[in-house]
Nanobody, 113 residues
Framework: QVQLVESGGGLVQPGGSLRLSCVAS????????MGWYRQAPGKQRDMVAR?????STNYADSVKGRFTVSRDKNTVYLQMNSLKPEDTAVYYC?????????WGQGTQVTVSS
């Protein structure tokens, strides 16, 4: 069982930055991949960025060049720069371990002036 706790969301103006953190209850190196997903009101939950146990990363086209996913021990980060109003959503941390998906509780990110 993997428990995930996110933090770092909030309200930011367009063009601003936020960093999200996700702490896993087990060593990140026992997890196959971790990532960030987001869900805006009335929309499906979509992948934003993910990082594998080998350190490979991939990003949604909409965030390439603006967001960076990284990890350190049992914590995964999402550095979000040049934020846009369309980035507004609830952001969820995800972990895949032994073919099972685990989710955090979500953290709200609102980009508005």
């Amino acid at each position: 069982q993997v428990q995930l706790v996110e933090s770092g969301g909030g309200l930011v103006q367009p063009g601003g930055s936020l960093r999200l953190s996700c702490v896993a209850s087990v060593s990140i190196f026992s997890i196959d991949a971790m990532g960030w997903y987001r869900q805006a009101p009335g929309k499906q939950r979509d992948m934003v960025a993910r990082i594998t146990s080998g350190g490979s990363t991939n990003y949604a086209d909409s965030v390439k060049g603006r967001f960076t996913v990284s990890r350190d021990k049992n914590t995964v980060y999402l550095q979000m720069n040049s934020l846009k109003p369309e980035d507004t959503a609830v952001y969820y941390c995800n972990a895949v371990a032994a073919f099972k998906n685990y989710w955090g509780q979500g953290t709200q990110v609102t980009v508005s002036s």
